[in-house]
C-alpha cells in the first residue's frame, strides 16, 4: 500500500456516537465495528488480516455478507479501538506508559496474536511493557492508574501484578542504595547509620498517592513482603491518607464543622480507605507519629468504621500512650445530643490496653523483668507519664454535665495504684467533678474520694483540701491525720543521727516521687534496700515488745510493794522512756519525745 491511502479522515460526531473512517482512496468502506461511544466505518481486509475474533465472526456470516459487528464489551471503548484499527492499517502511533495498557487489553479480547499476524499488536504491547514499563517506577505507576478502568482483564493478563512487582523490587532497591549512602563512621571507629540525613530513596512516595486504594493496597503489601523500611511505609500511608481524607479538614480537625455535617459529609470511600490503611500499619512501634493514630481513630469513630479496625488502632495507641498529649486524648464524641462531650468510652479502653500491658509484664519472673530491655515494657517512667496525662485528662472532662460518676472513676480507676506517686492532679481533677456536679449524694462523694491517697498529696494540695467544704467529713478527717504525720516527720529532721528518723519518714523517702525517675532494675534494687530495712524494723519492733514486757512485769512488783504516789511517780518516768515512733535509746530518749509530744499537741489544737 502507499503512503497516500494511509490517511485518516476527519472524525463525524453527533450527539450519540463518534464516526471515524480509515479507508483506501476510492475504496468505499464495507463494514461498520460498533463499540461502547462510537462506531467505525472500516474495511473488511486489514481487519480480518490481524484480529482473530472479527476474522471469526465474518467468517460465520460468509455466505449472508456481513456489514455489521458489534463489540459492546471491548476494554477501553472507542479509544482503545482506535488504537487498534490505526495499528491494522499500518498508520504509525507511539506506544506509551499511558496506552500500553489499553492496546495489552484491547489486543487479547481482538485475539490480535502471533497466531494470525507476525509482529502483531499484542506481542508488540508485551514487549514494550517488560522492556520499558517495568524498568521505571514511574511509568508502572501510571499504567496501574491505566488499568483502574481495565480489570479484571488487566489483572487476568498480569499486567498489574507485573507491574506492582517491579515497584516493590525498585523501591526497594533504591532504598538500599540510600542506606549505603548514609553510613558512617563514629568517633569510635564503628560503622552505623546516620539517621539525621535525609533519605533519598523515598521519593516514590508521592507517586504512590495517585492509585486507587485498591491497588495501593496491593503495592503496600509487596513492598512489605520485600523489606521496605517500616518508616518508608508509615510515611506513604500517611501521605496517602493527606491526600483521601484531608480533602474535609473536618476529618482530622472535628471543631472545624458542626457535627450533623461531618456525618453527611462521609462517605463508603472514605471508610473504605480508612480501615485499609488501618490494616497496612507497620507492627512496629514509632513507625507513625502517634498524632496520626489519633487522626484516623478521630476519622474512624466519625465513620462508622468497624469494630475491629478502631479496636486495633486502641491497641496500637495503647502501647504508646506515654507520648501522647492531652490534645491527642480529647477525642469529640459523635453520638447524639445527650452523649458526652468526648468520647470517654474510647479513652477508657485505650488506658485498659496500656495496664492490661503492665500486668503481663508484671507476672513475669522478677529476674526476666528486670534484666530485659523489651520495648514493649512499660517502665515507671512511662507509668508516671500516663498518670498525669490521665488526671489533666479528668480535670479536662470533669466540668461535663453528662458525664457520669461511673465512667469518671472508671477512668481514674484504670491505671494501676503504683502508678500515680503524687495525687495532686487526681485532687485537682475530683474536686473540679464536685464543683461540676453539686447535686452528688453523700454515698457518691464518698465513693469518688475515695480514688484519692490523702498520704500522696503535696503540702500545697493538702492545705487546700483541709479547708474543701465539698470533701466528705471522712475524708477531711483523714486529711487532718496526714497532716500530723507529715508534721511529725518534719520535726523528727532535728534528730542527730539517721536511725532515730521516724518509720514515716523512711518510707515516704523510698516510696516516693524519687522512683519514678528510676531504671527498673534500679528500681528493683531499692525495693530490697527497702525490704531489708523494714526486716530490721521488725526485729527492732519486737525487742521493744519485749521490753515492755518486762517493763509491764516491773509495774506489777512495784504495785504490790509501793503506794499510789510512788506507782504513778515510777510509771511516768517508764513510760517516757518508750518511744514508739523512734528507736528505742538508753541514752536520754526522754527530751525528743517530751519536745515532739509537745509540739504535736499545739499543731493539733491549731488544727
Same mark, same amino acid.
Given at each position: 500500500?502507499?503512503?497516500?491511502?494511509?490517511?485518516?479522515?476527519?472524525?463525524?460526531?453527533?450527539?450519540?456516537?463518534?464516526?471515524?473512517?480509515?479507508?483506501?482512496?476510492?475504496?468505499?468502506?464495507?463494514?461498520?465495528?460498533?463499540?461502547?461511544?462510537?462506531?467505525?466505518?472500516?474495511?473488511? /481486509?486489514?481487519?480480518?488480516?490481524?484480529?482473530?475474533?472479527?476474522?471469526?465472526?465474518?467468517?460465520?456470516?460468509?455466505?449472508?455478507?456481513?456489514?455489521?459487528?458489534?463489540?459492546?464489551?471491548?476494554?477501553?471503548?472507542?479509544?482503545?479501538?482506535?488504537?487498534?484499527?490505526?495499528?491494522?492499517?499500518?498508520?504509525?502511533?507511539?506506544?506509551?506508559?499511558?496506552?500500553?495498557?489499553?492496546?495489552?487489553?484491547?489486543?487479547?479480547?481482538?485475539?490480535?496474536?502471533?497466531?494470525?499476524?507476525?509482529?502483531?499488536?499484542?506481542?508488540?504491547?508485551?514487549?514494550?511493557?517488560?522492556?520499558?514499563?517495568?524498568?521505571? @517506577?514511574?511509568?508502572?505507576?501510571?499504567?496501574?492508574?491505566?488499568?483502574?478502568?481495565?480489570?479484571?482483564?488487566?489483572?487476568?493478563?498480569?499486567?498489574?501484578?507485573?507491574?506492582?512487582?517491579?515497584?516493590?523490587?525498585?523501591?526497594?532497591?533504591?532504598?538500599?542504595?540510600?542506606?549505603?549512602?548514609?553510613?558512617?563512621?563514629?568517633?569510635?571507629?564503628?560503622?552505623?547509620?546516620?539517621?539525621?540525613?535525609?533519605?533519598?530513596?523515598?521519593?516514590?512516595? !508521592?507517586?504512590?498517592?495517585?492509585?486507587?486504594?485498591?491497588?495501593?493496597?496491593?503495592?503496600?503489601?509487596?513492598?512489605?513482603?520485600?523489606?521496605?523500611?517500616?518508616?518508608?511505609?508509615?510515611?506513604?500511608?500517611?501521605?496517602?491518607? !493527606?491526600?483521601?481524607?484531608?480533602?474535609?479538614?473536618?476529618?482530622?480537625?472535628?471543631?472545624?464543622?458542626?457535627?450533623?455535617?461531618?456525618?453527611?459529609?462521609?462517605?463508603? +470511600?472514605?471508610?473504605?480507605?480508612?480501615?485499609?490503611?488501618?490494616?497496612?500499619?507497620?507492627?512496629?512501634?514509632?513507625?507513625?507519629?502517634?498524632?496520626?493514630?489519633?487522626? @484516623?481513630?478521630?476519622?474512624?469513630?466519625?465513620?462508622?468504621?468497624?469494630?475491629?479496625?478502631?479496636?486495633?488502632?486502641?491497641?496500637?495507641?495503647?502501647?504508646?500512650?506515654?507520648?501522647?498529649?492531652?490534645?491527642?486524648?480529647?477525642?469529640?464524641?459523635?453520638?447524639?445530643?445527650?452523649?458526652?462531650? /468526648?468520647?470517654?468510652?474510647?479513652?477508657?479502653?485505650? @488506658?485498659?490496653?496500656?495496664?492490661?500491658?503492665?500486668?503481663?509484664?508484671?507476672?513475669?519472673?522478677?529476674?526476666?523483668?528486670?534484666?530485659?530491655?523489651?520495648?514493649?515494657?512499660?517502665?515507671?517512667?512511662?507509668?508516671?507519664?500516663?498518670?498525669?496525662?490521665?488526671?489533666?485528662?479528668?480535670?479536662?472532662?470533669?466540668?461535663?454535665?453528662?458525664?457520669?460518676?461511673?465512667?469518671?472513676?472508671?477512668?481514674?480507676?484504670?491505671?494501676?495504684?503504683?502508678?500515680?506517686?503524687?495525687?495532686?492532679?487526681?485532687?485537682?481533677?475530683?474536686?473540679?467533678?464536685?464543683?461540676? +456536679?453539686?447535686?452528688?449524694?453523700?454515698?457518691?462523694?464518698?465513693?469518688?474520694?475515695?480514688?484519692?491517697?490523702?498520704?500522696?498529696?503535696?503540702?500545697?494540695?493538702?492545705?487546700?483540701?483541709?479547708?474543701?467544704?465539698?470533701?466528705?467529713?471522712?475524708?477531711?478527717?483523714?486529711?487532718?491525720?496526714?497532716?500530723?504525720?507529715?508534721?511529725?516527720?518534719?520535726?523528727?529532721?532535728?534528730?542527730?543521727?539517721?536511725?532515730?528518723?521516724?518509720?514515716?519518714?523512711?518510707?515516704?523517702?523510698?516510696?516516693?516521687?524519687?522512683?519514678?525517675?528510676?531504671?527498673?532494675?534500679?528500681?528493683?534494687?531499692?525495693?530490697?534496700?527497702?525490704?531489708?530495712?523494714?526486716?530490721?524494723?521488725?526485729?527492732?519492733?519486737?525487742?521493744?515488745?519485749?521490753?515492755? !514486757?518486762?517493763?509491764?512485769?516491773?509495774?506489777?512488783?512495784?504495785?504490790?510493794?509501793?503506794?499510789?504516789?510512788?506507782?504513778?511517780?515510777?510509771?511516768?518516768?517508764?513510760?517516757?522512756?518508750?518511744?514508739?515512733?523512734?528507736?528505742?535509746?538508753?541514752?536520754?530518749?526522754?527530751?525528743?519525745?517530751?519536745?515532739?509530744?509537745?509540739?504535736?499537741?499545739?499543731?493539733?489544737?491549731?488544727?
Amino acid at each position: 500500500m502507499d503512503k497516500q491511502h494511509h490517511q485518516q479522515l476527519p472524525l463525524a460526531r453527533s450527539s450519540r456516537q463518534r464516526c471515524s473512517e480509515w479507508i483506501f482512496r476510492d475504496v468505499p468502506s464495507d463494514i461498520t465495528i460498533e463499540v461502547n461511544g462510537g462506531a467505525f466505518a472500516l474495511h473488511k /481486509f486489514p481487519l480480518v488480516s490481524r484480529s482473530g475474533r472479527i476474522r471469526k465472526l465474518v467468517a460465520e456470516h460468509r455466505d449472508s455478507a456481513i456489514s455489521r459487528i458489534e463489540l459492546l464489551s471491548l476494554p477501553g471503548g472507542a479509544e482503545s479501538f482506535e488504537l487498534a484499527a490505526k495499528f491494522c492499517y499500518g498508520i504509525n502511533f507511539e506506544i506509551t506508559s499511558a496506552n500500553v495498557a489499553q492496546l495489552c487489553c484491547v489486543s487479547d479480547y481482538l485475539e490480535m496474536t502471533e497466531e494470525f499476524s507476525n509482529n502483531n499488536l499484542g506481542s508488540r504491547g508485551e514487549e514494550y511493557l517488560d522492556s520499558v514499563v517495568c524498568k521505571n @517506577l514511574e511509568m508502572c505507576v501510571e499504567v496501574l492508574q491505566q488499568c483502574e478502568n481495565l480489570l479484571p482483564l488487566a489483572d487476568e493478563l498480569r499486567i498489574v501484578s507485573r507491574c506492582i512487582d517491579a515497584i516493590a523490587s525498585k523501591a526497594c532497591v533504591e532504598q538500599i542504595a540510600s542506606s549505603f549512602s548514609r553510613l558512617e563512621y563514629s568517633s569510635s571507629g564503628r560503622l552505623h547509620m546516620n539517621r539525621q540525613a535525609k533519605c533519598e530513596g523515598d521519593w516514590w512516595i !508521592e507517586d504512590l498517592s495517585i492509585i486507587r486504594i485498591d491497588l495501593y493496597q496491593r503495592v503496600i503489601t509487596a513492598m512489605k513482603c520485600r523489606g521496605v523500611r517500616p518508616e518508608s511505609i508509615g510515611a506513604s500511608l500517611m501521605n496517602y491518607a !493527606e491526600k483521601e481524607l484531608t480533602k474535609k479538614s473536618s476529618l482530622w480537625n472535628p471543631s472545624n464543622q458542626p457535627k450533623g455535617d461531618l456525618v453527611a459529609g462521609s462517605s463508603g +470511600h472514605e471508610r473504605l480507605v480508612v480501615e485499609t490503611i488501618v490494616s497496612l500499619l507497620p507492627i512496629e512501634k514509632l513507625a507513625v507519629p502517634i498524632s496520626f493514630l489519633f487522626g @484516623l481513630l478521630r476519622s474512624a469513630v466519625m465513620l462508622d468504621c468497624t469494630v475491629a479496625c478502631r479496636l486495633d488502632l486502641e491497641r496500637r495507641i495503647g502501647s504508646q500512650i506515654d507520648i501522647a498529649t492531652l490534645d491527642d486524648l480529647l477525642i469529640p464524641s459523635f453520638r447524639h445530643a445527650g452523649d458526652t462531650l /468526648f468520647d470517654v468510652d474510647t479513652v477508657h479502653r485505650i @488506658l485498659v490496653n496500656f495496664s492490661q500491658q503492665d500486668d503481663s509484664e508484671d507476672d513475669m519472673d522478677d529476674a526476666s523483668l528486670f534484666e530485659s530491655d523489651s520495648p514493649d515494657s512499660p517502665s515507671q517512667t512511662a507509668l508516671f507519664k500516663v498518670s498525669k496525662l490521665v488526671d489533666n485528662y479528668l480535670a479536662e472532662i470533669a466540668p461535663d454535665a453528662n458525664l457520669k460518676l461511673t465512667k469518671f472513676i472508671a477512668i481514674a480507676e484504670a491505671l494501676p495504684a503504683h502508678a500515680r506517686t503524687i495525687h495532686d492532679g487526681l485532687y485537682r481533677a475530683v474536686d473540679i467533678y464536685l464543683k461540676a +456536679h453539686q447535686g452528688l449524694s453523700d454515698p457518691d462523694r464518698k465513693k469518688l474520694c475515695k480514688l484519692i491517697e490523702f498520704q500522696k498529696l503535696s503540702q500545697e494540695a493538702g492545705a487546700h483540701a483541709a479547708q474543701n467544704e465539698r470533701l466528705p467529713l471522712q475524708s477531711m478527717v483523714q486529711v487532718l491525720y496526714f497532716e500530723q504525720l507529715r508534721l511529725r516527720n518534719a520535726l523528727s529532721c532535728s534528730y542527730p543521727e539517721s536511725e532515730h528518723k521516724p518509720m514515716h519518714q523512711s518510707w515516704r523517702i523510698s516510696s516516693g516521687a524519687l522512683s519514678a525517675a528510676m531504671s527498673p532494675r534500679d528500681n528493683y534494687a531499692s525495693l530490697r534496700r527497702e525490704n531489708r530495712e523494714l526486716k530490721l524494723e521488725l526485729a527492732r519492733l519486737r525487742m521493744r515488745l519485749n521490753d515492755l !514486757e518486762k517493763e509491764h512485769v516491773c509495774m506489777k512488783r512495784d504495785m504490790e510493794k509501793s503506794n499510789s504516789r510512788k506507782f504513778m511517780s515510777s510509771f511516768s518516768k517508764k513510760i517516757g522512756k518508750l518511744n514508739f515512733f523512734g528507736h528505742s535509746s538508753s541514752r536520754g530518749s526522754t527530751s525528743p519525745s517530751k519536745h515532739s509530744q509537745g509540739t504535736e499537741s499545739k499543731a493539733t489544737e491549731r488544727a
